[in-house]
């Protein structure tokens, strides 16, 4: 039974809630950590010998792991604290706001011989590991384009962390179209060029964009592209996944729960699953990794690849051209 302790029990924090009842016979939550004190307690009282507390230096001697769940300006000095304490990280993505952090955290995660891992929760979702497994085999034809959209209404008070681009790490794209440059470059391969436009038109809330709209070109001549935004007032596609091949295409509603296969006008569904993040797929893939010593799926190495995009997409935006893409590739790290 490993130990874990969650740190940040607000926003992030409550949506992992439901990993630790399914998997309660390998992990047990030994602690929960936030600034404000009710708010750990309130995770606290729904596992029996769980303590509260307010700074999380206090726990890093009784637990094996933590889930880190905080604003993203911290993940790097928290996450290197308890890699340093000799306890395994599975952080909440973006791994950290700039690329020295992310690299001195993949260097304490060597260092110290613990588990890094970074919560792409969507690598784990049912549909989209069965659309990746389609899409290697081929099973389908050739994946020429990938169209993913994400459409939602989240809205932040002005001084809340998330509304600055410097404690946020930049807008929408950053902080959530990070998920899905992941999926792109787990689906379709090393990236070529591409462009970025972002607005916080929609969402003035938004220090830096709301609303984001990718385009990126693969060695191989495939397409990728991502729409997101957090200004959504209304939404048919709400999260969707497009996959089109010369045999099709596969469309992966994750609102709705279903994997399908369209063919001039005919359709088969290749899987239903419950809608929402599955966590506990994830948390069960960290599990494994701190028990086998397997690297995860999501380490720091290609979690640092994604964001190197996602950087050269916002400096090419901001100098008016296209980004080159090439050289980012896991020897980089």
Partial sequence: MIKLGMIGCGGMGGAHMRRFHTLRHRVSLAAAVDVVRERAESVAQHFPGAIAATDYREILGSVDAVLLALPHHLHFSVGQACLDAGVHVLLEKPMANYEVACKELIEASEKSGKVLMIAYCMRFHPLVQRLKALLDAQAYGDVFQVSIWTEQLTRYPPDHWASSKERLGGGQL???????????????????????????????????????????????????????????????????????????????NLSGGKLVHIMRGSEEVLLEAES??????????????????????????????????????????????????????????
């Fill in 174 to 252: 950053f902080s959530h179209g990070c998920h899905y440059i992941d999926l792109l470059l787990w689906f379709l391969g090393r990236p070529v060029r591409g462009m970025h436009m972002g607005t916080n038109f929609g969402t003035p809330w938004m220090e830096r964009e709301g609303t984001s709209n990718v385009t990126i070109e693969f060695e191989n001549g495939r397409l990728g592209y991502h729409f997101g935004t957090w200004g959504a007032r209304g939404t048919r596609l709400r999260y969707s996944i497009h996959a089109h091949c010369t045999e099709g295409l596969l469309d992966a």
């Fill in 276 to 333: 929402g993040k599955h966590t506990e797929n994830e948390m069960a893939h960290f599990l494994d990794c701190i028990e086998t010593g397997q690297p995860p799926l999501t380490d720091g190495g290609s979690s640092l690849q994604g964001l190197r995009v996602i950087w050269r997409l916002y400096d090419a935006e901001q100098a008016g051209h296209i980004a080159d893409l090439t050289g980012l590739g896991l020897e980089d790290v």
